[in-house]
């Protein structure tokens, strides 16, 4: 049977816990931060701007600018996978980037493909 550990080392133990506690609540701090800056970012963006999940083909957030160059709301956008706009051209750069995503070979992290807007306009 293990010894009980003494006061003084659950003491130890608490205080530790504690610390780590307090690091992982800065932690979630600046990632909210950071999230905010981001959004910021996006929302406020001079240019159409939209994120995709390449694993599900599903857009996943869209700015103001896209969704008024190209017609759609933001809900019939984020209800679209990428291939139901891009262009020829871009759907064959978005799939060959899913083949190396799959892969397993690094892919850059920005990339700007051809849409065509609502009205058929690209």
Do not use: W
């Not at 608490?14 to 950071?34: D, G, I």
């Amino acid at each position: 049977m293990p010894a009980k550990p003494t006061y003084e080392e659950l003491a130890r133990k608490v205080k530790a816990l504690k610390a780590e506690v307090a690091r992982m609540n800065k932690v979630r701090e600046a990632l909210k931060e950071s999230e905010g800056k981001y959004r910021q970012l996006l929302n406020h963006a001079p240019s159409g701007m939209y994120e995709i999940d390449f694993l599900n083909r599903r857009f996943v957030n869209v700015n103001d600018v896209i969704c008024e160059y190209t017609g759609y709301t933001r809900e019939e956008f984020l209800a679209l996978s990428p291939l139901d706009i891009l262009t020829e051209e871009s759907s064959k750069l978005f799939g060959e980037r899913l083949s190396k995503l799959f892969a397993g070979e690094k892919i850059p992290e920005v990339v700007e493909f051809k849409i065509r807007a609502k009205d058929g306009r690209a």
